[in-house]
C-alpha cells in the first residue's frame, strides 16, 4: 500500500524509519527517519561525518543496517547489493569514485549492465555516451581511459553511469563538486525536467546556495542524529541552514589582515608539460608566488590545474622551462627535494594522492618525517614518539576518529582532509601548494580550512590556491591568475569576475583590456 506525506499530500516514494547503523568505534546513523516524496529534489545537509553517505550508502545496497526498515512505494524492501537497489530504480553518484581506472569512459558507464551481452559494438555505445554528455552537458573523451581523467572528468563519469540507467530515484553525493557553472546550470535543468516528470532527487551537497537553488525540502543530520526532518526550503536562509548543520553561527567571508608580501618563493617560467594520453598539458606558463601572499589558480577543471600542481611538487616531468623555489632550480627534482625546500601539497585527490587508505592516521601524519629525528632514528620509526605526533594533530586539527590507530579508508571526506592538512601545515613550509583544499567539505569544516590558510600567510608562507570555486578564490586570495587550455590568460588584482570568467572561456586578458579601450 503507497504512503501520502501529509503535509504535500504526494506519494511517499522512500520511506526509512529507525535506521541504525554502527562501525567500529563509531555510530554513523542512530534510529534515523527519512521520507523522499515523488517529484521532490531532497537536500540532505550536514557536516562531514554526520552520516549522511552512510545513510544513503545504505539505501543504494552498498551497507545493511543493524536496525530500521526501508520501504519503496509502500512495499518493503531488503538490498542485499547495488544491484538490487537499481532493479528497485535507485541509483547512487557516489562521492569517492566507484570506477575501474584501467577501463575506458564507455566500458564503465556500461559494466553491470545485462545489454550488450555478445558483441559489445564498442563504437556505438561510445557514439551513445557522447550524445548523452552532450544532452546534459558532461563533456568527456568516452574512449579515455579512467586513470588518465582529472577528479572532475571522473565524476562526470559517474554522474553519466547513473543518468545512463535512467534511475527513477537518483542519490547525488556531491555531484556538482567538480562541476564548471555552465554545467551545473545543465545538470539543474536535468533534475528540475527529472522532477517534473515525477522521479526524485536526494542531493547531497555542503554548497548551500545551491541547495537552496535546487531542492525542495531538507533534512539535517547532525552526529548520526536527525536534527531537521523534510522542512520546506521557501525563505530558508544560507545561515540558517548553516546553524542547522553546525550548531553556530558560520562566518562566509573571513577577515584578512593585511600582510605585505616579500620575496618571490615560487617562480614558474615557460613551463611546458604533458598529461597522461601525452597531450600538451601546460603550454610555456608562467606565474609566481610571494612570501605572506596567497595567489588563486580560477580555471574550469582540466584546463591543466592538476598537472602544474604536479610540476611544481614533483610528480610530474617539465617538458621545457624552469621551475625556480628560493631561486633555486628545482626543475624535475624529486619529490623529496622539494619537501626538504619546505614545499607542502595538499592534492585534490585526497584518497589515492594525499593519503594510504589501508595505513593508520599515525602513518599518514608521519609520511614527511619518519627518517628524521627525533621520530626517525637511524633506520627505525620510534612507535611512541610517532603515536604521540598523531595524536597531538588529531587533537590540534581536530580530527574526529575513534583511535589514531584506525586505518584512513574509514574516515569522513572532511578528516581525511583535515589528516592531509595536518600533514602538510605541520611541517611549516615556505610553499603550499593547495589544490581544491576545501572540495566536499562542510560550511563549518570549510572555514576552519581558510582561517588555516590564512594562518599560513600571515606566519609568511606562500600559498598557491588552486580552487574552482570563484567564492573562496575571490574571499581568500591577493592576486588571482586564470588558466585556460593550459595557458595564463591574465592576472586580476581587483577581483573583477566578469574578467575572470571571461578569462576562464579562453579570451585572454589583453583582448579583454583592448576591448575595453574601444
Known sequence: MELVNEQTQKKVVVSMRGIVKKFPGVLANDAVDFELIEGEVHALLGENGAGKSTLMNILAGLYRPEAGTISIRGKAVSFNSPKDAIQAGIGMVHQHFMLVPSQSVTENILLGLDEPRFRLRLREYEQKVVELGERFGLHVDPRAKVWQLSVGEQQRVEILKMLYRGAQVLIMDEPTAVLAPTEIEDLFKTLHSMAAEDQSIIFISH????????????????????????????????????????????????????????????????????????????????????????????????????????????????????????????????????????????????????????????????????????????????????????????????????????????????????????????????????????RGLDVGAIEGVQRLLLAQREAGAAILLISEELEELLSLSDRIYVIYEGKIMGEVLDGDIEKIGMMMTGTPMKDIEARGSK
Request: aromatic fraction near 2%.
Open 207 to 438: 554548497k548551500l546556495q545551491e541547495v537552496l537553488e535546487i531542492s525542495d525540502r531538507v533534512t539535517v543530520l547532525r552526529r548520526g542524529k536527525v536534527t531537521a526532518s523534510g522542512i520546506p526550503l521557501i525563505n530558508t536562509t544560507r545561515a540558517e541552514l548553516a546553524r542547522l548543520m553546525v550548531d553556530r553561527e558560520v562566518l562566509f567571508r573571513l577577515e584578512k589582515k593585511a600582510v605585505e608580501a616579500g620575496d618571490k618563493v615560487l617562480e614558474v617560467q615557460d613551463i611546458r608539460a604533458e598529461n597522461d594520453r601525452g597531450l600538451p598539458a601546460l603550454r610555456e606558463m608562467s606565474l609566481n608566488v610571494r612570501a605572506g601572499e596567497i595567489v588563486g589558480l580560477a580555471g574550469v577543471a582540466g584546463n591543466g590545474q592538476r598537472e602544474l600542481a604536479e610540476v611544481i611538487t614533483g610528480l610530474r616531468k617539465i617538458t621545457g622551462g624552469k621551475i625556480l623555489v628560493h631561486g633555486e632550480d628545482l626543475t624535475n627534482k624529486p619529490v623529496k627535494t622539494g619537501i626538504r625546500r619546505g614545499i607542502s601539497h595538499i592534492p585534490e585527490d585526497r584518497t589515492h594522492v594525499g593519503t594510504a587508505g589501508n595505513l593508520s592516521i599515525t602513518d599518514n601524519t608521519i609520511m614527511k618525517n619518519y627518517n628524521q629525528p627525533p621520530i626517525g632514528q637511524r633506520w627505525v620509526v620510534n612507535a611512541v614518539l610517532a603515536n604521540k605526533y598523531a595524536e597531538d594533530l588529531q587533537k590540534a586539527y581536530d580530527i574526529v576518529v575513534p583511535s589514531i590507530k584506525t586505518p584512513v579508508r574509514l574516515l569522513s571526506g572532511g578528516n581525511l582532509q583535515r589528516v592531509i592538512l595536518a600533514r602538510e601545515i605541520s611541517s611549516q613550509p615556505s610553499l603550499l601548494v593547495a589544490v581544491q583544499p576545501t
